[in-house]
């Protein structure tokens, strides 16, 4: 309305301006001034600003105008989404280009390493897999200062092949070295960084270090959650690292819910037939069984084993596992047979693929042990003790729960032969390690408590089973 007000407006001043010369100069010249007003052109007695130009046009031509502007706002929505397009194909091309530097990098790397046993450079001495892998460790600060990101990479890898090998101090040293690195290049929230948690994680794990496990595999858990979203794969893999590290320390209720959790993300995201989901089966069945829920672990131990060989083969350290955890379930049904066959397939397995120096490999040894005094073959279950106990003081050193648990079981062994002595000294050191990781009153300190209890009463020193009695707590029989 403002618009029309002002044209007629003008017209008007102009038809009655005082100067003549400023007025229409005849009838007809306001006549089509007016015509002009009503076909929306610029009239003559209003100044032809651009503005005032432009709006008359868009006036007169409001579909063409409309349908430009149509045009016009799609062509700048193209080239917004093709400049969008082009920038993420550079970001692509950037990305291929540093992965393929990468690979470059890392080949150069592996070719340098692996020249040391051409014969010119070995110089006809036979290089192992453990040298080549040194060489690696030794070369990788400075062959590759350059390029931080791949030697944070490579010291993550080695430091978890060392771990695999049970060379935990070798480990360590790269692994650190890596988490210090990718912190620095990316920041706590990245997806690199929470890997390296979880791989100091398990190897703090393995030396005993749970405190310093649980809290390494937390962060590794909320870094995933928080980049990633709870439904996700790889915080199905940091729930069941953590249910484990609770079912090894005996906390079975703390366990199971972040082992079912990571269970039913593996069904969920997996096919039916991956490692990763036979890992869960087998995990939940381990606590389940150690709940003492015998017949609701024993076919998910069975489900686990029938997947690792038909997706493993016979030569996997994940198969020598599940045959391990069958062959425990059936002991304890005083399946003796069908237990030691399962064991010793899997003691063959891990000293094939593992060495002789392995933890694994006194794993199997320390449960051979336990079968052979179950069954009354006390000499048996000696020297299988004796020999698991040797492994865990080389690789694990003297204070490890594992140490404790195999002189424990040796100690057993030594009461039933008669050897009062050496019994009481290797219960005494089994109870000293538990006391130190888990203070006096957790089940498995008590446990040997009584274990020392039933020895003095068997040699017949009274004073001695009173003395430990008073060690015990005062609802110890609900233990």
Do not use: C
């Not at 409001?62 to 993420?88: D, E, F, H, Y």
């Not at 051409?118 to 453990?130: K, V």
């Not at 040293?173 to 620095?184: A, D, G, H, Q, T």
């Not at 446990?447 to 008073?470: P, Q, T």
């Amino acid at each position: 309305m403002s618009e029309l007000k002002g044209d007629l407006d003008w017209i008007t001043m102009k038809a009655i301006e005082k100067d003549r010369t400023r007025r229409y100069g005849s009838a007809n010249d306001l006549a089509d001034d007016i015509k002009r007003y009503l076909k929306n052109e610029p009239i003559e007695a209003r100044p032809p600003s651009f503005s005032y130009l432009l709006n008359k046009f868009v006036n007169r031509n409001r579909g063409a105008v409309a349908a430009m502007l149509i045009i016009v706002v799609l062509i700048i929505a193209a080239l917004i989404t093709l400049s969008i397009q082009n920038k993420r194909i550079a970001e692509e091309r950037d990305r291929a280009n540093l992965e393929a530097e990468k690979s470059n990098q890392v080949s150069k790397f592996l070719v340098n390493i692996f020249e040391t046993s051409d014969p010119s450079e070995a110089l006809g001495n036979t290089i192992t897999a453990r040298e080549l892998l040194d060489k690696g460790a030794a070369d990788i600060d400075d062959k590759l200062k350059d390029q931080p990101e791949i030697q944070a990479e490579l010291m993550n890898t080695m430091g978890k092949v060392y771990q695999n090998l049970g060379l935990y101090d070798n480990a360590g040293v790269l692994i650190e070295k890596s988490l210090k690195k990718r912190r620095e290049l990316f920041g706590e929230d990245n997806l690199d960084v929470a890997a390296t948690l979880e791989n100091m994680a398990i190897l703090e794990w393995n030396q005993g270090n749970y405190d310093a496990a649980e809290t390494h595999f937390k962060e590794s858990l909320e870094i995933r959650k928080r980049l990633l979203g709870e439904e996700n794969l790889e915080v199905a893999t940091s729930l069941n690292n953590l249910g484990v590290l609770y079912a090894t320390q005996g906390e079975l209720k703390k366990s199971e819910p972040y082992i079912r959790k990571s269970l039913a993300l593996r069904r969920n995201f997996l096919d039916s037939d991956h490692p990763d989901l036979a890992e869960s089966i087998n995990n939940l069945g381990n606590v389940l069984y150690n709940l003492g829920e015998i017949d609701a672990a024993e076919p998910l131990y069975r489900e686990s084993l029938e997947l690792d060989r038909k997706l493993l083969g016979d030569n996997h350290p994940d198969l020598a596992i599940s045959l391990n955890n069958l062959a425990a379930l059936l002991s304890s049904k005083e399946d003796f047979e069908g237990a030691e066959s399962l064991y010793k397939e899997s003691l063959e397995m891990r000293r094939r693929l593992l060495g002789e120096q392995h933890p694994g490999v006194a794993t199997v040894l320390n449960n051979l042990g336990s079968l052979n005094y179950q069954k009354g073959d006390y000499n048996s279950a000696k020297e299988y003790y004796d020999e698991a106990l040797e492994i865990r003081r080389e690789v694990l050193g003297n204070d490890h729960q594992y140490v404790a648990s195999t002189l424990r079981g040796l100690a057993s062994v030594l009461e039933k032969l008669g050897e009062y002595p050496s019994a009481e000294k290797m219960f005494k050191e089994s109870l000293s390690i538990y006391n130190k990781i888990y203070g006096d009153q957790h089940r498995k300190t008590i446990r040997v408590i009584n274990n020392l209890i039933s020895l003095y009463e068997s040699w017949g020193k009274e004073s001695k089973v009173s003395e430990y009695r008073a060690l015990l707590p005062i609802e110890e029989g609900t233990l």
